[in-house]
């Protein structure tokens, strides 16, 4: 039997006229990650990608276990194509869809006509072929509301298609569609899942992890490298930007008063991320902030930390709790990692009594007070390394 994928838009059905560059962004996307299960041929029409096999070793369970994770696809359907031919629809329904509906107690027949040259309406289309389906298999009750099995008929130009209804997918908007952020990236739960929201809504990425070694292992740094892979499974190539922040550590322990530790220390990445954000052409900063989490994610300590910040700075968690975060985290498969007990930069001289309400001036006075600091912020910004990940099938 001819089977082929057809993948829907979501919200990407609903652009103007600037609709092409985001179905071409989609259909690149597409091109790319499908390769990896054969040789497929994919093309548009009314709002859907159609994803078809060009020959016999075309892994189709692979090639939808793919697109499920592609940004732009709201829903797959896996479907039998067949000629525009009531007696044809009828016959490769019920030899298509024979192992579910033996083993199926209900059913229901849902039709979508595109083409109106088709002699049955959609209604009708339905209440013939679900009396059709009744014939062959006697036992099967129509339940209108939580049927075991929806048969699905979509008559469109050029040929029709029976499948068993939508495959949820990951929803959103093309990769690359909505410029070009730097996630500042930790080894905690947070941050994987920011980053996955906002390359959900288009956003092409690279990762910006501040490592203090030897207070933090090659360990940890394993740890965050495969929650970059997991992030780039989902948005495609991932630079991750390694810097080293030990120099500024020590210099902000050595000279800063203890209570304003994690303000400081935030403060001197995020003006290092707007350096790299400079020179890898980036617009905005990510952060996995939720407010009122911890110290640093006060509505006080945020203003100090956008203070320094010359490009705006994306919290899509901040009205989250962790519970959320963690639903999140799992969905993503991110969360397991994550809770490795490997030490980041961000638990490292952690004050035993943070400023929950700092002061921008208070803030200012004790960066004054450490030596050399932007000096130490430049010579990090010049050192990072780079870490590319790609989509793994």
């Known amino acids: ?119 049955l309406n959609s209604m009708e289309l339905a209440r013939e072929l679900g009396g059709y389906l009744i014939e062959q298999f006697p036992d099967l009750k129509v339940s209108m509301n939580t049927p075991d099995v929806n048969v699905v008929v979509e008559v469109r130009d050029f040929a029709a298609y029976i499948h068993t209804g939508n495959i949820e997918a990951a929803g959103g908007m093309p990769a690359g569609t909505s410029g070009r952020a730097a996630v500042m990236l930790s080894g905690g739960i947070d941050s994987p899942v920011a980053a996955y929201m906002m390359a959900k809504r288009g956003m092409d990425l690279c990762g910006v992890h501040f490592m203090s070694p030897p207070y933090t292992s090659e360990r940890a740094l394993d740890k965050v490298v ?71 994610q006060t509505l006080d300590a945020i203003r100090c930390t956008d203070d320094v910040s010359e490009f705006p700075i994306l919290r899509p968690l901040i009205g989250m709790d962790k519970i959320e975060i963690i639903a999140a985290a799992r969905k993503i498969d991110t969360f397991d990692i994550s809770i490795e007990p490997h030490q980041d930069c961000c638990t490292v001289f952690t004050p035993r009594h943070p400023k929950t309400k700092p002061k921008i001036t208070d803030i200012e006075t004790a960066e004054e007070g450490i030596n050399g600091l932007a000096q130490l912020e430049q010579n990090a910004a010049k050192a990072f390394t780079v870490k590319m990940l790609h989509f793994s099938d």
Request: charged share 25%.
């Open 1 to 119: 039997m001819n089977e082929v994928l057809l993948a829907k838009y979501g919200e990407l059905a609903l652009k103007g006229l600037n609709r092409g560059s985001f179905e071409s962004a989609l259909l690149k996307t597409i091109r790319r990650r499908v390769s990896a299960a054969g040789q497929f041929k994919i093309h548009k029409a009314q709002s859907t990608v159609f994803i078809e096999p060009l020959e016999e070793r075309c892994d189709i369970d692979k090639a939808c276990g793919l697109l499920k994770n592609i940004f732009g696809i709201a829903a797959i359907n896996r479907a039998l194509v067949t000629d525009k031919d009531v007696d044809t629809i009828f016959g490769d329904a019920a030899k298509y869809l024979a192992d579910k509906l033996s083993a199926a107690g209900t059913f229901k027949v849902s039709a979508k006509r595109a083409d109106k040259s088709f002699p």
């Open 226 to 296: 495969r929650l970059a892979q997991k992030i780039s499974n989902y948005c495609g190539a991932f630079a991750l930007l390694c810097v080293p922040f030990t120099d500024i550590q020590l210099a902000i322990r050595d000279m800063a008063p203890e209570e304003f530790f994690t303000v400081l220390m935030r403060r001197s990445m995020v003006r290092i991320t707007n350096i790299i954000c400079a020179v890898e052409h980036c617009g905005a900063i990510v952060t996995g902030e939720s407010l009122a989490q911890v110290a640093s």
